[in-house]
């Protein structure tokens, strides 16, 4: 089945520099990549997704990147900000399927 | 307004005891899901269902059952509680195939 790693596991990042997150998966047929938020005590929530018929998206700070060929993409939230600090979830699934697998989570802080 | 919703929220049990956790949504959504969330390992799935009288098993399916009698409730059920088993709950719903997850907002359980 698909796996997922992501890295880091914990970022530290000053207010108003940027962060990124990677995951990487093993599927090749795995087509559709989204991240889900959660913050303290709260459910997961998505904040984008991305499609393997594109390779890049952006929603205001947030953009998301796809390399399908290294089977890779990343996370990048620009200008970050104290209501940015959260655990990230990058995850993936195919097409017709909508069983996501989840990596494991990074725990983003924003420092002041 | 639609929702999805969980309960209970927090338990507590002993080791060897049945727990059946609730959840319940109004989206209408035929897929639903139950995840696991601890410590380093994300959120991993437990058991899934795209319908009616449906059920599959997800990653760390062995203890746990659920029943889909109709379209609103997934009950997940550990037969017999274990101690590997304290962890928070999340049931989720997704209208489309590949789509968006609505999670609930989370169950915590605490086996003795």
């Known amino acids: 089945g698909e796996n997922v790693e992501q890295h880091p596991s914990t970022l530290s990042v000053q207010e108003g520099d940027s962060a990124v997150i990677k995951c990487t998966y093993s599927d090749s047929a795995s087509n559709y990549f989204p991240w889900y938020k959660q913050e303290l005590g709260k459910r997961p929530q998505l904040i984008i997704d991305i499609r393997s018929n594109v390779g890049e998206k952006k929603d205001q700070r947030i953009a998301v990147t796809l390399n399908k060929t290294a089977k890779h993409f990343s996370l990048h939230i620009t200008e970050t900000q104290p209501e940015d600090s959260a655990v990230y979830f990058c995850?993936?699934?195919?097409?017709?399927?909508?069983?996501?697998?989840f990596g494991t989570g990074t725990r983003l802080t924003i420092i002041p | 307004d639609a929702e999805i919703t969980q309960s209970p929220r927090h338990k507590i049990t002993e080791t060897g005891r049945q727990v059946t956790l609730a959840c319940h949504q109004t989206w209408n959504h035929n897929n639903m899901f139950w995840y696991r969330q601890d410590l380093g390992h994300g959120l991993r799935l437990i058991h899934y269902s795209y319908g009616v009288q449906d059920t599959n098993k997800g990653e760390v399916s062995d203890g746990y059952s659920v029943s889909r009698s109709n379209t609103e409730d997934l009950p997940l059920t550990l037969e017999s509680a274990a101690s590997s088993q304290t962890s928070v709950y999340f049931c989720?719903?997704?209208?489309?195939?590949?789509?968006?997850?609505?999670f609930g907002e989370g169950s915590r359980l605490t086996v003795l």
């Open positions: 995850a993936a699934s195919k097409s017709g399927n909508e069983k996501l697998t």
């Open positions: 989720a719903s997704s209208e489309s195939r590949s789509g968006e997850l609505f």
